[in-house]
């Protein structure tokens, strides 16, 4: 299992001083780096953040496998129903392991895709509603809070239309993942006897892919979650080593961070050069947004702190972004993923049509093409002074898939700490789910029902609605 990490483009010797790190700049933080890890290390250890730990939990992870495998034959589909960190992840594994939507082809019990319900539009609701047979399929709602407004919602519609055309027999096809002490899903969940599994109380939404928020969905649709924690656990060990040139997600960390915080690299673009992980690019969109977003650092002092990261994909966004890429304000860090190795490298017939255009590439391959688009966009930014980092996986299967979710993991772990944050909260989000729940007439939150309608008149005022 190899995964690699090359920042070379991210020096200024390839980018200028103005935007790239001299070797001053990052020996000189190697000391901050030293103690992130530190500091990192010790609240694993005293069990604040147990994202480190999924990997090893072999009880769970063999107690996964073996439901999965007592399920499997019933169903032809598997319907997530939960939002952010308890959507994402399955999201990317599907992608990568079963193949990128949309051409994942026919499904059946012996492939079962997945449906994820994780957005409220009733448009959506209903198609994937009438998409899926009750009798085979399998529901597995999953929230850690157990009272998201989204999933409980959505999780009401597909109940009921479980229950309308299985009665009873309903129960035994839905499952719950959620927290073991805590939320209404729990009590429902008891209530009505589904198989549960649940989410360690260390384990935050978006660091829980390799805990049963993920491992449930991928094992259900035949994702091997031994070989996913197996190259999780490898990395694990590279991501608590003090050697920069060893442990490549402190390095990635270290720097990120100093394109940000000295070089006004306020945006990363992901841009994976591969189908299969453009789900990743959403899981760690999520990942490094939510963690590193951040009002306060932790002694309490205003920073408004973070780095927005972007999604684009190779080779499709190359005629869509790059031009501003290229030549837009220069705010941005790319960091390209690319698959070392295509199991198929998709050979391009050789059959000559006379025309230049064509002549030139026939008889080479696909992955020929896409790997030289990868390295040419590289070039081209890199001339631009437009630092760049690649990420190299060397094939896309379980192993390397576990490893590098551990790796982002663990790279953002040690972000935060660097930014002196608190990458494992979200208060910025509790505001607006709140209002929400005034505006929905949930008992206890009418005082954010009338902070909305204090809102409302201002608005008015001002003279918005005009
Ligand atoms: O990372 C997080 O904590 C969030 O994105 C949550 O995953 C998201 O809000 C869903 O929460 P829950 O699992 O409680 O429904």
Excluded at 199 to 204: F, Y
Excluded at 316 to 333: A, C, F, I, R
Excluded at 377 to 387: D, I, K, M, Q
């Amino acid at each position: 299992m190899s995964i690699h990490f090359d920042h070379t483009n991210m020096l200024a010797s390839m980018v200028g001083e103005k935007n790239g790190l001299t070797a001053r700049e990052i020996g000189g933080a190697g000391g901050a780096a030293k103690d992130a890890l530190a500091g990192f290390r010790k609240l694993s250890e005293k069990g604040l953040y147990g994202f480190p730990h999924l990997p090893f939990q072999k009880d769970t992870i063999q107690e996964i496998r073996r439901f999965a495998e007592e399920m499997r034959g019933s169903y032809d589909t598997v319907c997530v129903v939960g939002i952010g960190g308890s959507a994402l992840g399955a999201w990317a594994l599907d992608n990568a392991m079963r193949g990128p939507h949309p051409v994942q082809g026919e499904y059946s019990a012996d492939f079962p895709r997945l449906v994820i319900l994780d957005n409220v539009d009733p448009s959506f609701i209903a198609a994937a509603l009438d998409s899926m047979n009750p009798r085979k399929t399998l529901v597995v709602v999953i929230a850690k809070s157990g009272s998201t407004a989204e999933t409980v919602a959505t999780f009401l519609v597909i109940r009921d239309w479980m229950v309308r055309k299985l009665g009873k027999k309903a129960n035994r096809r839905i499952l719950a993942v959620t927290s073991a002490g805590k939320g209404d899903l729990k009590k429902l969940a008891t209530a009505e006897n589904y198989r549960t599994f649940h989410i360690p109380d260390n384990v935050g939404g978006r660091f829980s892919v390799l805990s049963p928020v993920g491992l449930v969905p991928a094992a259900l649709i035949g994702i091997d979650i031994r070989k996913l924690s197996k190259g999780a656990a490898a990395m694990t060990h590279s991501c608590w080593q003090e050697d920069l040139a060893e442990n490549q997600a402190l390095r990635a960390a270290l720097l990120h961070y100093l394109l940000l915080t000295r070089k006004g690299k306020t945006i990363q673009v992901a841009f994976p050069y591969s189908n299969r992980l453009w789900g990743l690019a959403f899981w760690f969109r999520q990942l490094w947004a939510e963690s590193l977003g951040k009002a306060r650092n932790r002694k309490g002092k205003a920073v408004h702190t973070g780095q927005t990261p972007v999604a684009a994909l190779g080779t499709t966004d190359q005629h869509s972004q790059v031009q501003l890429y290229m030549e837009g304000p220069n705010d941005k860090v790319f960091s390209f993923w690319a698959a070392g190795r295509f199991p198929d490298a998709g050979r391009i017939p050789r059959n000559g049509t006379g025309l230049e255009a064509f002549d030139a590439l026939a008889g080479q391959s696909l992955e020929k093409l896409i790997q030289a688009e990868r390295v040419s966009t590289a070039a081209a930014l890199t001339g631009n002074g437009r630092p760049n980092c690649t990420f190299t996986l060397d094939r896309i299967d379980e192993e390397h898939l576990g490893a590098f979710l551990q790796f982002m993991e663990f790279e953002t772990a040690f972000a935060g700490e660097l930014l002196d944050i608190n990458a494992f909260d979200q208060e910025g989000v509790e505001l607006g789910k709140k209002f929400t729940y005034g505006l929905m007439g949930r008992p206890g939150f009418e005082e954010y029902r009338e902070r909305f309608e204090e809102y409302e008149k201002r608005r008015r005022t001002a003279g918005a609605d005009r």
